[in-house]
């Protein structure tokens, strides 16, 4: 994860061994990607962040290229085909060009045909960038499907923050070429402190004294007529704070729960959050581009 | 052997399913053939040649509709770089050479079909084939000259990022392959200068070798044209093979 710019696509090309590393050694599926790299190749699946089908053929002959050039025997290429392309629910439409297929499609095609060789990791780059929303969920489904199913490790790239915290198991950060920091999403979120609970209340000084004085209670702070808590597991202590409100007859006018996010991971490590970083990067014409050419 | 032939046929099904682009690159020769053929029929007579001079003019108008699809099969390359699906077949594991040895042998495939289409049209405006030996000896030339020109085309292709240079290599330098080659015109009664420059266009080989082929009678030995061309078509793919290994995407 990490913002435009970062060098995720650039990490992705250089483990794919599209591109040599300017110094440093890495490994895939305990192959050197410098001097190894048919080996490696054997051992990925990718999916680009820009489409690479070729759209003058169908979905099965992309599918079948693929094979070829991987050297998958005819009879297990034909049965691989049909088994992927049911998986990503376009063998009913396995005979038309894929230039009729809509963005959606064509990601679902290109992630069956990353799969066909049966690789160790599967690289997803930006998989579900310029979807709507629906298709991204579903796109979601299929990961974390697969990951289930076919036992592939799968390495994701994408600067969509709740991508991230869904279908990860653990989470890079990564900024100006450097991983900053590198842990399961929660304990991730856990390490910069814990969930903020806000109540807003006539009579903050009492109740801020009364929350004090129990075990859980970590910090706060006030300001007006705000209390801001800070806890852990903050779903269990809201229904504790209202209770102590109301045996002390202190109204309550509004509360809030905020759990920390990945953006605040984020903002914590980085000391800016992904937006600004992205204001004036060009992002919008990037987006637009690709939507024009995945039509 | 599977990966070469691989590309090959995505080539291959390409073209067929493109009929747009098949008959589009008809358009140029079979219009030539038909202006200059006919117009000039009457006016010019070939020194040293019995045979009318739309006879003269057929064996030249294949070779050009050969060079130009070969040319442009080997610039394919930038659209599958744009449209990223090169990337898909580099990060296989499989050589580079072998890709562009597909890429090569599918576009001169294409480019021998539509100078067979040409040729078969060029039989209803007067064109004929001396003999069986001579049809397979104009083929091997159009493979030839497939061979070499769409390994030309990978050549410039690969450090290219898009097809603005495009227009540079059809003017700077297909048309004066073409134009230069002797296609139209005689080149035995050139001015020396001007001979001598047709003498290091390699197309000149490829056109006299299948006027050799098809009117039995030509300006430059076959054979000389066959080592020419043969020499020509290796030393392309050998610096098409060398760039596009370069190549980065």
Redesign the interface.
């Known amino acids: 994860m990490g913002p435009n710019g970062a060098g995720k696509t650039t990490t992705i090309s250089m483990l794919?061994?599209?591109l040599k590393p300017t110094s440093g050694e890495a490994s895939v599926n305990g192959f050197n990607i410098k001097t190894q790299?048919?080996?490696v190749?054997?051992s990925?699946g990718?999916v680009?962040q820009?489409?690479?089908?070729?759209?003058?053929?169908t979905a099965y002959?992309n599918m079948d290229?693929?094979g070829?050039?991987?050297?998958i025997p005819r009879v297990i290429r034909t049965e691989k085909i049909k088994e992927l392309l049911k998986l990503v629910e376009l063998n009913e439409r396995k005979n038309d060009l894929v230039k009729k297929f809509s963005g959606g499609m064509r990601r679902r095609l290109e992630i069956a045909?990353g799969l066909m060789h049966e690789p160790k990791a599967l690289f997803l780059d930006e998989p579900t960038l310029g979807l709507d929303p629906q298709t991204r969920n579903h796109i979601w489904e299929y990961i974390q499907r697969l990951s289930k199913e076919k036992n592939v490790t799968i390495i994701l790239t994408t600067h969509y923050m709740e991508e991230a915290d869904k279908l990860c198991d653990r989470v890079a950060i990564i900024d100006k070429g450097k991983i900053i920091a590198l842990n399961t999403p929660r304990n991730l979120k856990d390490g910069i402190g814990g969930d903020l609970i806000t109540v807003e209340t006539p009579d903050a000084e009492s109740l801020r004294s009364r929350i004090e004085e129990f075990p859980w209670f970590k910090s706060s702070k006030q300001h007006d007529s705000f209390i801001t808590v800070n806890v852990v597991d903050a779903e269990k202590h809201v229904a504790k704070i209202a209770k102590i409100s109301c045996d002390s007859d202190i109204e309550i006018k509004s509360i809030t729960v905020h759990k920390p996010t990945l953006e605040d991971v984020f903002l914590h490590f980085t000391g800016r959050t992904i937006r600004e970083e992205e204001a004036g990067s060009g992002e919008h014409i990037r987006m637009v581009h690709r939507a024009r050419?995945r039509r | 052997m599977d990966v070469i032939y691989t590309i090959w046929l995505r080539n291959v099904k390409r073209y067929l399913r493109s009929k747009s682009r098949i008959i589009g690159s008809l358009g140029m020769p079979i219009f030539f053939l038909l202006t200059l053929g006919f117009g000039l029929n009457s006016v010019i007579s070939v020194p040293g040649m019995e045979h009318d001079y739309i006879r003269f003019l057929i064996p030249g108008i294949v070779a050009m509709s050969v060079l130009f699809t070969s040319v442009f099969s080997g610039i394919q390359i930038i659209w599958d770089k744009q449209f990223g699906f090169l990337k898909e077949t580099l990060v296989a594991p499989v050589s580079r050479v072998e890709i562009m040895l597909g890429q090569t042998l599918g576009g001169a495939t294409t480019a021998l079909i539509q100078g067979l289409i040409i040729l078969v049209f060029s039989l209803f405006l007067g064109g004929s084939v001396s003999s069986v030996t001579g049809f397979l000896v104009a083929i091997l030339f159009m493979v030839l000259i497939g061979l070499s020109f769409t390994a030309l085309g990978i050549a410039f292709a690969s450090p290219m990022e898009d097809m603005h240079g495009f227009q540079l290599i059809m003017n700077f330098v297909i048309f004066p392959v073409f134009g230069l080659s002797g296609a139209v015109f005689p080149i035995s009664t050139l001015p020396p200068f001007l001979r001598y420059l047709t003498y290091i266009d390699p197309l000149t080989y490829g056109v006299e070798g299948i006027r050799a082929g098809l009117l039995g009678t030509s300006q430059i030995n076959p054979l000389v044209c066959f080592f020419a061309l043969v020499g020509f078509a290796t030393f392309m793919i050998f610096l098409g093979g060398y760039l596009f290994k370069k190549m980065k995407v």
């Open positions: 794919a061994t599209l790299k048919d080996n190749r054997k990925i990718i680009f820009d489409p690479s089908l070729d759209e003058e053929l002959e290229f693929h070829r050039l991987y050297r045909r050419k």
